[in-house]
C-alpha cells in the first residue's frame, strides 16, 4: 500500500451521455462510466481497492454493491455516499482519502442518477388527509406547508434569491448579466457531444423564455436526467510502476477539498452558498499552490444562471464584487481568460445529481489531457472543479498536467 | 400558521428564540445554538419594519399555489432576518426592488374543515419616511 501522504492522480475517466434513458437503469449507466474509466486507465477493477459510489435518490440501496455485481465483485471497501449535489465530488474524496490514509493504491469513484424528467426540486407537501383540522407540527409549529405562502424553498428560487442578494450588496447585476451566463453555457454545449442539449440560444430568446423563478427564466436552469461518470485514483508510488502511456495521461489532484457551511447569520432563512465555497476555494488554492489566475479552465456549480455568477466571486475568479463585470466583459467564455463550464455547464450539458461532481472532474481531466477534441481549451495545464449541494456541502478539487 | 408568529392582539410580530452565548436567532424549535454550541435560549421579540435583501417572483411554483408571487429575504430592523412573500405589491421587476422599505403584515393562508383559520405573515411596501 501507498505511503501517507502520498500523491493523488486521476488514472482514468469517463462519462456517459447526459440525458434521459428510461430503458436503462442507473446501474446500467454506472457500469458503462465505470468499465470505460477503467479501460481508459489501462486497469480492471482487480486493481482497485477500493470503490466509492455516488448516487443521491436511491441513496439507501447500496449502490456501490449493485455495480460491483455487474462489474466485478473482489470483496474490497465500498462507501456509499449521498451528499446533496456534492454526492460525486464526496465519492471521489472516500478514494482520495483511502489512499492518502496509506490503505489503498488505486480505488474508482463512480457517480451516478437517474432521475428522468423530474420537475422542480425542493420542499414537497404533504398528501391531505380525510378530514382536514390544523395540528401545529414540526420545529416551527407549521399547520401548511409553508412553500409559496411564506416565501419559496424550491431550487430555482432559492438561487435566483442567491443571486439577488449578491446583486443587493455589490450593483452591477442585473436580469442580464444573469441571463449572459445561460448564453454562454449553451453556447459552450454545442462543441460537447456528452451534453444533454446542444441549442445555442440569443440572449433575447433566454430572457423571453418563460419565468420560473425571477431572474432565472427556464434556459437559466438546469434540466434534471440521467447519467454517470467515473474516475480511477491512484497513488503517486503505485502510478510509478506503471508504463509510460499512463503516466503521460496522468493527472495530478493538487486538491480535494470538502466543506460545510458555517454559521451565518442570514443562512437561517436562505441558504448561504457563498461562505463554504469561498472556503473551500481558499483552501483548495493554498493547498496546491495554485493562485486563481492560475487556472486555464473551470467547471463550476451551475445549477442555475444566478448560482454561476456568484460563484465567479466566491471561487476569486474576478476581483471582489465585480462579477457582473466578469460576464459582461466575456471573460469566462472559452475564449476569455478563465473559461467557465467549456462543457456547457449543468444548464446545458445536465445535472444527473451524483454523477455531477466526478463530470466536473472527467470534463478538466479530458483538458488537461489535450483530448476534449472541438472544445478543447488549448494549452490547458491547470483547472478546478467545484459543486455545492444545499444543506449544505462543497467539493473543490485542483487539476494539474505534470510529470509523474 | 407558523409559532414563530404572534398575533397579540392587533399588533402581529415575529418572536424568535435568542442564544444566550452568541445572540443568534432562530424561527425553529433548537436543540442547542448553531453558532456557539450552548444551549441556554430566551424568547426575543422582533421588530416589524424592515428591507429587502433578496427576492425572486416564482411564476413556477407548487400545486395549488398561486402564481406568480413574490419571495422575499427581509433584514428586520433591530436585528433579525426572514423569508416571506411580499404582499400588496405588484409581482412584477416594475414594482419591486432591491433595498424597498416593508413591514410585517398578516392574512388569511387557509382555513381548516372546522372553520379554524391559518393565519401567515407576508411584507407590505411601506413609504419610507
Redesign the interface.
Known amino acids: 500500500m501507498g505511503d501517507v501522504g502520498d500523491e493523488v492522480w486521476v488514472l482514468g475517466a469517463s462519462m456517459t451521455k447526459f440525458g434521459r434513458f428510461p430503458d436503462r437503469d442507473v446501474i446500467d449507466l454506472g457500469s458503462e462510466a465505470a468499465l470505460a474509466a477503467l479501460a481508459d486507465g489501462g486497469v480492471t477493477i482487480h486493481d482497485m481497492d477500493v470503490l466509492g459510489a455516488g448516487c443521491l435518490f436511491q441513496s439507501d440501496q447500496g449502490m456501490g454493491q449493485q455495480l460491483q455485481k455487474q462489474i466485478g465483485q473482489t470483496g474490497i471497501p465500498v462507501y456509499n455516499v449521498a451528499n446533496a449535489c456534492a454526492t460525486g465530488a464526496t465519492a471521489i474524496r472516500t478514494v482520495y482519502l483511502s489512499i492518502k490514509a496509506g490503505e489503498a493504491d488505486m480505488g474508482l469513484a463512480v457517480g451516478m442518477e437517474q432521475m428522468g424528467k423530474a420537475g ?1 426540486l425542493g ?3 404533504k398528501a391531505r388527509s380525510e ?4 395540528e ?1 407540527s414540526g ?14 424553498g ?1 431550487m ?2 432559492v438561487f ?3 443571486g ?2 449578491y ?2 450588496e455589490h450593483g452591477g447585476v442585473g ?1 442580464e448579466e444573469f441571463a449572459r451566463v445561460a448564453e454562454k453555457n449553451h453556447a459552450h454545449s454545442t462543441l460537447n457531444p456528452l451534453a444533454q442539449y446542444q441549442k445555442r440560444f440569443s440572449l433575447d430568446e433566454i430572457m423571453n423564455a ?7 427564466t427556464l434556459l437559466m436552469c438546469c434540466p434534471t436526467g440521467d447519467g454517470a461518470a467515473a474516475v480511477v485514483v491512484v497513488s503517486g508510488e503505485r502510478l510509478r510502476t506503471l508504463s509510460d502511456e499512463q503516466r503521460a495521461r496522468a493527472i495530478r489532484m493538487s486538491a480535494s477539498v470538502l466543506t460545510t457551511d458555517p ?1 451565518t ?2 443562512a ?3 441558504p448561504d452558498v457563498n461562505t463554504l465555497t469561498r472556503n473551500a476555494a481558499d483552501a483548495a488554492y493554498e493547498t496546491s499552490g495554485v493562485d486563481p489566475a492560475d487556472l486555464d479552465l473551470v467547471e463550476l456549480h451551475d445549477c442555475f444562471a444566478t448560482a454561476e455568477l456568484v460563484h465567479y466571486d466566491n471561487l476569486r475568479l474576478c476581483e471582489p464584487g465585480e462579477a457582473g463585470k466578469f460576464i459582461a466583459d466575456g471573460r469566462p467564455w472559452r475564449d476569455g481568460d478563465i473559461p467557465v463550464n467549456a462543457s456547457g455547464g449543468l444548464i446545458s450539458k445536465g445535472h444527473p445529481i451524483g454523477a455531477t461532481g466526478v463530470a466536473n472532474v472527467y470534463e478538466v481531466t479530458t483538458h488537461l489531457r489535450g483530448e476534449a477534441g472541438d472544445r478543447q481549451i488549448e494549452g490547458a495545464t491547470v483547472g478546478l472543479t467545484h459543486v455545492i449541494g444545499l444543506g449544505s456541502a462543497c467539493g473543490v478539487h485542483v487539476l494539474e498536467r505534470a510529470t509523474a | ?4 408568529l404572534e398575533l397579540d392582539d392587533g399588533s402581529p410580530h415575529l418572536v424568535a428564540w435568542e442564544a444566550v452565548d452568541s445572540g ?6 433548537r436543540n442547542a445554538d ?2 456557539s454550541g450552548g444551549t441556554e435560549f430566551r424568547r426575543r421579540r422582533l421588530g416589524i419594519d424592515g428591507t ?15 402564481t ?2 413574490v ?3 427581509v ?1 428586520l430592523d433591530g436585528g433579525g ?5 411580499l404582499v400588496d405589491v405588484e409581482p412584477d ?1 416594475d414594482h419591486v426592488s ?2 424597498m422599505r416593508v413591514r410585517l403584515t398578516t392574512f388569511v ?2 382555513t ?3 372553520g ?1 383559520e ?1 393565519i ?2 407576508g411584507f407590505a411596501p411601506v413609504e419610507d419616511t
Open positions: 422542480l420542499g414537497a407537501g378530514k382536514h383540522v390544523f401545529p420545529r416551527y409549529g407549521s399547520v401548511l406547508s409553508a412553500e409559496g405562502r411564506l416565501g419559496t424550491l430555482p428560487g435566483a434569491q442567491a439577488m442578494e446583486a443587493y436580469f418563460d419565468m420560473m423563478a425571477y431572474p432565472n454559521w447569520e442570514t437561517q432563512v436562505q | 400558521m407558523v409559532d414563530y443568534a436567532l432562530y424561527f425553529d424549535r448553531a453558532k429587502v435583501r433578496s427576492f425572486t417572483i416564482v411564476h413556477r411554483a407548487a400545486p395549488g399555489v398561486a406568480p408571487y419571495s422575499a429575504i433584514d432576518h426572514v423569508k416571506g412573500n421587476p432591491l433595498g393562508a387557509g381548516d374543515d372546522e379554524t391559518a401567515a405573515f
